[in-house]
């Protein structure tokens, strides 16, 4: 790895077992810089939070993860494998280097115990020679960092309203002074105001502190908005990679342009919103060729034979961007009248 990739996924492959195995993740690859959001967006099912979880090793049956690594590396250079970690060792890593926001905040956090408590615990069993009073003081400084009055160190999470316990769970998930936060639809179920707030701390914080991000989400146009590098999945797997301006400007992958037609520009010219037809593919069946091909309006024949791989985009198209789509190998064919 490059002395700026702080995690570097490789050929990930997650399954849940079943009757009918669900390969929710297949063959998934990507870098994560310090300092950087990577956003990664895609449909309900597409395997976002099944990655997240893979990547941070909080996979629960009926899930297995059957193939990959997962590299980290820290400001010495120094290379550990996730995947090879247990007990202790994969313990002390957790929310020590690597920590996670969960999905819904109405739910992460315990109803019949304070706030302060909760930050306690993580301190009881992460630092546990801290001092009992150097620990409320940490709980009531965390508090203070992500805009909550320290005072609320002693409320229940009813007391609190939905933003401010998402900025209890974002303030736990940094405890530690993680060098990389995963966050898994942090804005799911608040107000569109509340979610601006909630990202402009995100980006302040990252901006304050120096750690990397790992936003996922389906809404695309927030992703784009606020990533530095956007991967967008489909069907289990990355179907376009780049940095996130320039895939807002130019997505290569027929699968990204019909997100991106799915939601109006509030700042642009006023346009007829097109949404993608028929429905994602069922990932307990195997998928010969391109997943997205009985959706898309430029498949050709390789298409449903051949599974398409993520490659960088010809020179002149879109330079640090790779897309996995058969359309790009073809001179002269590529999505929406596009030529190199």
Same mark, same amino acid.
């Given at each position: 790895?490059? &002395?700026?990739?702080?995690?570097?996924?490789?050929?990930?492959?997650?399954?849940?077992?079943?009757?009918?195995?669900? +390969?929710?993740?297949?063959?998934?690859?990507?870098? /994560?810089?310090?300092?950087? /959001?990577?956003?990664?967006?895609?449909?309900?099912?597409?395997?976002?939070? !099944?990655?997240?979880?893979?990547?941070?090793?909080?996979?629960?049956?009926?899930?297995? @993860?059957?193939?990959?690594?997962? /590299?980290?590396?820290?400001?010495?250079?120094?290379? !550990? &494998? /996730?995947?090879?970690?247990?007990?202790?060792? %994969?313990?002390?890593?957790?929310?020590?280097?690597?920590?996670?926001?969960?999905?819904?905040?109405?739910?992460?956090?315990?109803?019949?115990?304070?706030?302060?408590?909760?930050?306690?615990?993580?301190?009881?069993?992460?630092?546990?020679?801290?001092?009992?009073? =150097?620990?409320?003081?940490?709980?009531?400084?965390?508090?203070?960092?992500?805009?909550?009055?320290?005072?609320?160190?002693?409320?229940?999470?009813?007391?609190?309203?939905?933003?401010?316990?998402?900025?209890?769970?974002?303030?736990?998930?940094?405890?530690?002074?993680?060098?990389? $936060?995963?966050?898994? =639809?942090?804005?799911?179920?608040?107000? $569109?105001?509340?979610?601006?707030?909630?990202?402009?701390?995100?980006?302040?914080?990252?901006?304050?502190?120096?750690?990397?991000?790992?936003?996922?989400?389906?809404?695309?146009?927030?992703? %784009?908005?606020?990533?530095?590098?956007?991967?967008?999945?489909?069907?289990?797997?990355? $179907?376009?990679?780049?940095?996130?301006?320039?895939?807002?400007?130019?997505?290569? +992958?027929?699968? !990204?342009?019909?997100?991106?037609?799915? #939601?109006?520009?509030?700042?642009?010219?006023?346009?007829? @919103?097109?949404?993608?037809?028929?429905?994602?593919?069922?990932?307990?069946?195997?998928?010969?060729?391109?997943? #997205?091909?009985?959706?898309? &309006?430029?498949? #050709?024949?390789?298409?449903?034979?051949?599974?398409?791989?993520?490659?960088?985009?010809?020179?002149?198209?879109?330079?640090?961007?790779?897309?996995?789509? +058969?359309?790009?190998?073809?001179?002269? @064919?590529?999505? =929406?009248?596009?030529?190199?």
């Amino acid at each position: 790895m490059t &002395d700026d990739v702080v995690l570097r996924a490789e050929h990930i492959s997650v399954t849940y077992e079943g009757e009918r195995p669900t +390969h929710a993740v297949r063959d998934v690859g990507f870098e /994560l810089r310090r300092g950087e /959001l990577l956003g990664i967006a895609g449909e309900s099912g597409c395997g976002k939070s !099944t990655l997240a979880y893979a990547v941070a090793r909080m996979l629960g049956p009926p899930a297995r @993860l059957i193939g990959g690594r997962v /590299l980290y590396r820290d400001r010495t250079g120094a290379e !550990t &494998d /996730l995947l090879a970690l247990e007990g202790d060792a %994969l313990r002390a890593f957790r929310w020590s280097r690597l920590s996670v926001v969960f999905q819904s905040a109405m739910n992460a956090l315990n109803p019949v115990t304070t706030v302060g408590r909760q930050f306690d615990d993580i301190f009881r069993a992460h630092r546990p020679r801290m001092r009992r009073p =150097e620990r409320y003081e940490r709980a009531r400084a965390l508090l203070d960092m992500v805009g909550i009055d320290p005072a609320r160190v002693r409320a229940y999470p009813h007391e609190l309203s939905g933003g401010m316990r998402q900025r209890v769970v974002i303030a736990m998930a940094l405890a530690l002074e993680p060098e990389i $936060v995963i966050m898994d =639809e942090p804005t799911t179920a608040l107000d $569109v105001v509340v979610q601006r707030e909630i990202l402009d701390e995100v980006q302040r914080l990252r901006d304050d502190l120096g750690f990397s991000v790992v936003f996922i989400t389906h809404d695309l146009s927030l992703l %784009l908005e606020i990533s530095d590098r956007l991967a967008v999945m489909y069907a289990g797997s990355i $179907v376009e990679y780049g940095p996130a301006e320039r895939i807002a400007a130019d997505p290569a +992958h027929p699968y !990204t342009q019909g997100l991106l037609r799915s #939601f109006p520009d509030l700042a642009g010219e006023r346009r007829a @919103l097109r949404g993608i037809p028929g429905s994602p593919p069922d990932l307990r069946d195997a998928l010969p060729g391109c997943p #997205f091909a009985a959706r898309c &309006d430029h498949a #050709f024949e390789p298409c449903g034979t051949e599974t398409p791989t993520l490659v960088p985009l010809a020179p002149g198209l879109a330079p640090g961007t790779s897309a996995a789509c +058969h359309l790009h190998a073809v001179a002269g @064919l590529l999505p =929406e009248g596009r030529q190199p």
